[in-house]
C-alpha cells in the first residue's frame, strides 16, 4: 500500500496496512542522521536581500513563483520523509514572505506577520534556524486596510502544490505530499498581535471583516488545490493554548465556523480531505470542529492545563466522528526517558490505532531539543507494533 493510500484509508476509519504517520520536524540534528544535507541558503539569503531594499522584496516574493527552485528545495524535505518513513510531507500554498525586515533577520508575510529567525543549538552542536512569531505588522484596522490581501489564484500556490505532487510521484508515492495554508484565527490575529486584535474584537464591523477576508481567501485557496486534485489538505489554524481558547466559543461560532463548515464542505465536495492543525485546550469548541466536517485534527496537544483535554478520553467519546493526528508529548520526548517515550508511544498506538482513524505523531512537533535517540525510540515503537491488526502486547 502506498502513502496516500495508507492515509486517506486510516482517516477514513478503516485500517491500511500499517499506522500512517505525520511529523513537524524543526531539529537539523536528526536531519542530519538522515543524511539530508543542511544549508544556509535560506537565511544567508535573506541577509543578502535585505541590502536591496524594495527590489530584495521584489526577488524572494519572485522566488516561489520558480518551478524548479521550489521543486529543488522540497526535493530534500521530501527525501526526509521518504527515509525515516513518515507518510506525509507538506508543501505550503500560503504563509509566503511579503517584505523583509531592514535587519535582515526575518520577513513580514502576507498576513502581516513578523517573523523572525532564531537559532537554536542542540547538545551535539547542530543549529537549526526557526522562523518565529514576534508580533503583528498592523497597528490598527486602518493599517489592515491598506494592506494588499493575499491572492489566492498568485500562481506559487499552485507551482509550490505541483512540485511537491511531482516528487511524490518520482519516488513512487512512498510519501504523500500534502498542500497546508494558513487559515481563519490565526493568521488574523497574529497580523496584529493579541493585543490590538482584542480590540477589534470589540468593534463587530471590523472583525467580521477581517474574518470575511479570511474565510474568501482560504475558500478559495482550498477549492482551487482541490480541483486540481488534492485530495488532502492542512490547515494551520491554532484556536487556543495550554489554559484555553484564543476567544470565546460564541466568537469562534460567529466569525470561525461558518467559513470553516464551508471549506470542509467545499474540499468534501471534490473528493479532498481536511486536517486542521490547532493547538491548545478545545475543549469547549470540540463538537463545533466536528460539526464544521473537519477529517482529521493534529496535534491533540498532550500538555495542557486540562486533564480532560485527553486523547485516550475524547476517542472514547468522539472517536468514530474524527480522526485524530498526535499526540507523543515533546516534553517527555525532551526530557523523559527512552522507556518512559517507548510506553507513550506504544499505549497511543495500541489503543488508539485499532480500526484506524489514527495518524501517529508528536503532540506539536519535532524541535531542536529532542534528541535522535528519542526520536528513534519514538519512530521504532511505530515501526514494531504499527503493522495492522494491531497485536496489543500483554
Known amino acids: 500500500m502506498n502513502a496516500p493510500e495508507r492515509v486517506l484509508k486510516a482517516i477514513d476509519h478503516e485500517e491500511p ?7 513537524i520536524v524543526t531539529n537539523n540534528s536528526i536531519l542530519k542522521y538522515y543524511d539530508i544535507p543542511i544549508g544556509k541558503g535560506y537565511r544567508d539569503g535573506i541577509k543578502q536581500l535585505s541590502k536591496l531594499g524594495e527590489k530584495g522584496n521584489e526577488l524572494i516574493v ?3 513563483t520558480s518551478f524548479d527552485y521550489v521543486k529543488r528545495v522540497l526535493k530534500q524535505s521530501h527525501e526526509f520523509f521518504r527515509r525515516a518513513e513518515i507518510d506525509i510531507a507538506l508543501t505550503l500554498a500560503s504563509i509566503y514572505p511579503r517584505k523583509i525586515l531592514k ?10 506577520r513578523i517573523m523572525k529567525q532564531r537559532v537554536y543549538k542542540a547538545k551535539d552542536g547542530t543549529e537549526t534556524v526557526i522562523n518565529e512569531y514576534f ?6 484596522f486602518d493599517d489592515y486596510e491598506s494592506w494588499e490581501q493575499p491572492d489566492p489564484y498568485w500562481e506559487a500556490r499552485l507551482i509550490n502544490f505541483k512540485a511537491g ?17 494558513g487559515a481563519l484565527m490565526e493568521c488574523s490575529w497574529e497580523g496584529f498581535g493579541l493585543e490590538n486584535f482584542s480590540r477589534i474584537l470589540t468593534r463587530p464591523k471590523q472583525v467580521r471583516k477581517i474574518f470575511d477576508d479570511r474565510g474568501k481567501f482560504t475558500l478559495e485557496l482550498v477549492k482551487l488545490l482541490a480541483e486540481n486534485d488534492a485530495q488532502l489538505v492542512l490547515l494551520w489554524d491554532d484556536y487556543g ?14 466569525y470561525v465556523f461558518p467559513w470553516l463548515k464551508r471549506i470542509c464542505s467545499t474540499a468534501h465536495k471534490h473528493n479532498c480531505k481536511v486536517i486542521l492543525h490547532s493547538d491548545g485546550d478545545l475543549s469547549e469548541i470540540f463538537e463545533d470542529i466536528i460539526n464544521c466536517g473537519v477529517d482529521a485534527l493534529n496535534p491533540i496537544e498532550p500538555t495542557t492545563a486540562n486533564p480532560d483535554y485527553d486523547i485516550f478520553k475524547l476517542n472514547e467519546k468522539y472517536g468514530n ?7 507523543v508529548s515533546p516534553v517527555l520526548l525532551t526530557l523523559g526517558e527512552i522507556a518512559e517515550i517507548e510506553a507513550s508511544a506504544k499505549r497511543l498506538i495500541c489503543e488508539i490505532a485499532p480500526g484506524g482513524g489514527y495518524v501517529f505523531s508528536s503532540g506539536h512537533s519535532i524541535n531542536p531539543a529532542i534528541s535522535v535517540d528519542s526520536f528513534e525510540a519514538m519512530q521504532n515503537i511505530k515501526r514494531k507494533y504499527g503493522k495492522y491488526p494491531i497485536e496489543v502486547p500483554d
Do not use: A, H, W
Request: hydrophobic share 25%; aromatic share 16%; proline share 5%.
Open 17 to 23: 496496512d500499517r499506522v500512517p504517520s505525520f511529523e
Open 62 to 64: 519572485k522566488g516561489y
Open 103 to 112: 535587519e535582515g533577520d526575518g520577513i513580514i508575510d502576507e498576513y502581516g
Open 135 to 140: 508580533g503583528g505588522y498592523f497597528k490598527n
Open 165 to 181: 505532487r511531482e516528487i511524490q510521484e518520482e519516488k513512487n508515492d512512498e510519501i504523500f505530499s500534502v498542500p497546508s495554508l
Open 241 to 254: 493554548f495550554k489554559n484555553g481558547l484564543f476567544m470565546s466559543p460564541k466568537n469562534y461560532q460567529t
Open 321 to 327: 466522528k474524527i480522526t485524530f493526528i498526535g499526540n
